[in-house]
């Protein structure tokens, strides 16, 4: 499978058609087919799909383009994500640490993970902001493999980023693929309309809380996680 990988030499960017493959010893490598030419900055700056082919689940799990930045797999295309603001880093690690503390006050078997995918389609694998999953799982993966769960979390958590195309995204793209899932708790953190929404799953279906202000967050995953909405939304 060939793709187009970038590389920066000297604050210029070049393109290469670039293909992986193993070595006698299955280690995946990489080699290059053809010089594309330099990379157009301005298309450089606003480039989000990488690439017009589609990629299968197991061509997603070994690509790699020789760079820092992190992709989700949408019906066999990949999407760039942006970094993280700083308010967005704050809350995901805020809420990390909540998730993590409990679970060394309760002796929780789970791993809290703000760094792993999981697969929720054939051709399609997201980046939850936090990823709570249950510790068997966790251990049931070869440590060596890309970190992609193909099993269920225990709970997904998103916080939005300001756009038009990030809020649907979190609110309707994927709430939709969680749900066909069967992530059965998905929290939408929205520092831009001051509200957390926790959909919990109920015979197949969504159903939403919003919580704003001095509410109690309500998770019926972990009941004894004590926090209000301002608390996470002003970490």
Not at 1 to 25: G, I, S
Not at 76 to 102: N, Q, R, Y
Not at 171 to 193: F, L
Request: with cysteine; glycine share 4%.
């Amino acid at each position: 499978m060939a793709f187009v990988r970038t590389k920066k030499v000297k604050d210029n960017e070049y393109r290469y058609l670039v293909e992986n493959y193993r070595d006698p010893k299955g280690k995946v490598r990489q080699r290059v087919l053809e010089y594309l030419g330099p990379v157009d900055k301005s298309e450089s700056e606003n480039l989000m799909v990488t690439t017009d082919r589609k990629l299968s689940f197991e061509e997603y799990l070994s690509y790699v383009d020789g760079t820092n930045k992190h992709y989700e797999l949408v019906d066999g295309k990949l999407i760039e994500m942006p970094p993280a603001s700083f308010l967005h880093s704050d809350i995901i690690d805020f809420i990390a640490d909540c998730f993590k503390a409990i679970a060394r006050q309760y002796n929780l078997d789970i791993k809290v993970k703000t760094d792993v995918g999981v697969r929720t389609g054939v051709t399609s694998s997201r980046l939850p902001d936090i990823s709570v999953i249950d510790g068997a799982i966790w251990r049931s993966y070869r440590r060596d493999k890309s970190a992609v769960i193909e099993d269920v979390l225990m709970l997904a958590v998103e916080v939005v980023s300001p756009g038009e195309e990030q809020i649907e995204r979190d609110y309707t793209d994927k709430a939709r693929e969680y749900q066909q899932k069967g992530i059965p708790e998905y929290w939408i953190v929205d520092p831009i309309e001051q509200k957390i929404t926790i959909l919990v799953l109920s015979q197949g279906q969504y159903s939403k809380t919003v919580f704003t202000g001095r509410d109690a967050i309500a998770s019926p995953t972990f009941p004894k996680l004590k926090l209000t909405a301002t608390e996470i939304l002003e970490a």
